[in-house]
């Protein structure tokens, strides 16, 4: 089926929400303007320092130490997820990024690396000034919650950044590359100097962090516990970074603490059952809310890539769906995804997942900002994640355990006795007569279908140097292999006051 039609209005969306303007100076970046909206994020205190002092108010404070910035943009379109369909919308960031050049835009630009990098390092600020303030009370105990997740958010903005704007990291390689400036306290001069260190250094400053601040988490010391580092959301990321670390017994420990007691398998989307019957306008309202259960931490973003995902000029169409979604022959019987695919004008194809919300700059405005609510865990990735690492021990029981729980939730008239996932069914697929070959492979399918247009099928294109290869409308073909500098992103002009170097290319 080609998919069914999406009109432009039905498409973008816009909602009348208060906003809730942030400023902050971060000393490697320009200042930044943030909004939030009410709806998602709980207000913050007063900016001056001097009214923080109790946890609640630091907890307030807390509520801004995420990157309020996408990298989805960036990240689908570097990735084989997208083609040049020769038209569309043209936006400099999924331009630059498709055809692997340098995205040319500054900190303030919507989706762009640049704002990306500023958007982590003010999280970072606003994560160290909490530190600081818990560091000099008399009662340091009744901050644990706070402490904790302070903690996790500063380890997952670096942990983020060093993923992108460094070379990737690889646990059989020294990892003596540079890094990014892993920044630990708040800043207190005018122009402060900065040191990229090392991949390795960054890795284990994360580490540090994500272990210290991972038992603190309290889930009672938050309002709606998904805006924030929850204990489901930290394990999850402690998952995700022992995966890229290759230390599959950690990767399966935590993943079991995601729902301790729980079960994976009743928290994924129910593609083929609620999810089915929705319209689109009821999957762009649910897909991102914290009332899902398999949303584990979700941000505030603010971006315009609701609005554009299906008509950017280097995206989705067609083709490449059936390229994206073709490991539905993996499966045995006739089994088919159950993903809605919709089409927004010629050749513009998406799933309805990323909604917008316009923000209002005032009542009585017409103009405003776009956001987005991102996902950044999941309990489908924890899943994944689990059944890598049970590939990795060769528990192969285990992995098509966890990948015919997944089949369960996605294939249409799921039938359990004939769509099911075998080492033979693998083998035919894949060729290959090996068993932890064939299981990688069918996790980066499904994983590259359940994530399309989310950005995350970079990840694993860097954690495995898989090629990757863009053919323009003209008929020109980009080949960048694993070890391309174009593949690392460059550091942004204005971090160079601060001293960091920028990357070779």
Not at 56 to 74: G, I
Not at 336 to 350: E, I, R, V
């Amino acid at each position: 089926m080609r998919g069914r039609m999406i009109s432009g209005k039905d498409f973008t969306m816009g909602f009348n929400m208060k906003a809730n303007i942030f400023k902050r100076i971060l000393l490697i970046i320009p200042v930044l303007t943030l909004a939030g909206c009410e709806d998602f994020l709980s207000t913050e205190p007063d900016s001056t320092r001097a009214t923080i002092t109790t946890p609640k108010q630091v907890s307030q404070l807390l509520t801004t130490a995420y990157p309020q910035a996408s990298y989805v943009t960036f990240s689908e379109a570097m990735s084989d997820n997208v083609a040049d369909k020769g038209t569309g919308t043209d936006d400099r960031t999924n331009r630059g990024s498709f055809l692997f050049e340098a995205v040319e835009a500054t900190v303030d630009q919507q989706d762009s690396p640049d704002s990306y990098w500023a958007e982590c390092y003010r999280a970072v600020s606003v994560a160290n000034e909490a530190l600081d303030i818990i560091s000099k009370v008399s009662n340091p105990d009744q901050y644990n919650p706070q402490k904790g997740e302070a903690l996790l958010a500063r380890a997952y903005a670096h942990f983020m950044l060093v993923n992108y704007f460094s070379k990737f990291y690889d646990p059989q390689k020294d990892n003596s590359s540079p890094g990014i400036p892993y920044v630990t306290e708040p800043e207190k001069v005018v122009i402060k100097k900065y040191d990229r260190g090392t991949v390795a250094s960054v890795y284990a400053q994360v580490e540090k962090d994500l272990l210290e601040g991972l038992p603190l988490i309290s889930d009672g010391s938050y309002t709606v516990p998904k805006y924030h580092f929850n204990r489901a959301a930290a394990n999850a990321f402690a998952a995700r970074f022992y995966l890229v670390k290759k230390d599959y017994a950690k990767v399966i420990e935590y993943a079991n603490q995601v729902f301790p007691g729980g079960s994976l398998a009743a928290n994924l989307r129910p593609w083929n059952t609620t999810y089915e019957s929705l319209s689109p306008q009821e999957l762009f309202n649910t897909y991102s809310r914290a009332t899902e259960n398999a949303n584990l931490m979700l941000v505030e973003t603010s971006s315009n890539y609701g609005r554009y995902v299906a008509t950017y000029r280097y995206g989705m169409n067609f083709a490449k769906w059936q390229e994206i979604s073709a490991g539905e022959g993996i499966i045995g019987g006739s089994a088919s995804w159950t993903f809605p695919l919709y089409s927004q004008g010629d050749n513009n194809y998406l799933i309805p997942k990323l909604n917008e919300y316009f923000v209002r700059e005032s009542v009585n405005a017409e103009i405003g900002f776009p956001y987005v609510m991102l996902p950044v865990f999941t309990v489908e990735e924890v899943l994944f994640n689990r059944a890598e690492a049970y590939a990795y021990q060769n528990n192969t029981a285990a992995a098509l355990a966890d990948l015919n729980t997944y089949v369960s939730k996605r294939v249409g008239n799921y039938n359990a006795a004939t769509d099911v996932v075998t080492t033979t069914s693998i083998a035919r697929y894949f060729g290959t007569s090996v068993v932890r070959t064939g299981l990688i492979n069918t996790i980066l399918a499904f994983k590259r279908v359940e994530f399309v247009q989310e950005g995350m099928r970079w990840f694993d294109i860097q954690r495995y140097g898989l090629q990757v290869q863009h053919v323009t409308f003209g008929g020109q073909t980009i080949t960048v292999p694993a070890d391309d500098p174009r593949r690392v992103l460059q550091i942004p002009q204005s971090a160079t006051i601060s001293g960091i170097e920028q990357n070779s290319r």
